[in-house]
Nanobody, 131 residues
């Protein structure tokens, strides 16, 4: 599975950005997609997750400010980030886990799942928020 990200950039505190992640090369139609972010010297942390049923999960730090929407294209997701703060500054990565429909009940699609559980990653997009 190949993931392509776009939409990062630089904004002032209080501003908004929209990140896009598009998947290709998948075999199955069932998936979990997660946005992680990482700052130098820190582990990647999950901030927002969505599965192919549209069920979402957000980190406490972004609840009420970040929200998902599905794109018009299949397997494209958009993360709308509002009321950004300097603490949101990070490299943002899209990750995905594609699996057979029959395995749905075995999967957990939340921001708490370790990044090591994901084999498919985008190249990353930088988000910088200035005060």
């Amino acid at each position: 599975v190949q993931l392509t990200e776009s939409g990062g950039g630089s904004v002032q505190a209080g501003g908004s950005l929209n990140l896009t992640c598009s998947a290709s090369g998948y075999t199955h139609r069932t998936y979990c997609m997660v946005w992680f972010r990482q700052t130098p010297g820190h582990e990647r942390e999950g901030v927002a997750a969505i599965d192919s049923d549209g069920i979402t999960n957000y980190a406490d730090s972004v609840k009420g400010r970040f929200s998902f929407s599905k794109g018009n294209a299949r397997h494209t997701i958009h993360l709308q980030m509002n009321r950004l703060t300097p603490e949101d500054t990070a490299m943002y990565y899209c990750a995905a886990d594609y699996y057979p429909w029959i395995q749905r009940a075995e999967k957990t699609c939340t921001v708490g799942v370790s990044p090591h559980e994901y084999n498919s990653w985008g190249q990353g997009t930088q988000v910088t928020v200035s005060s």
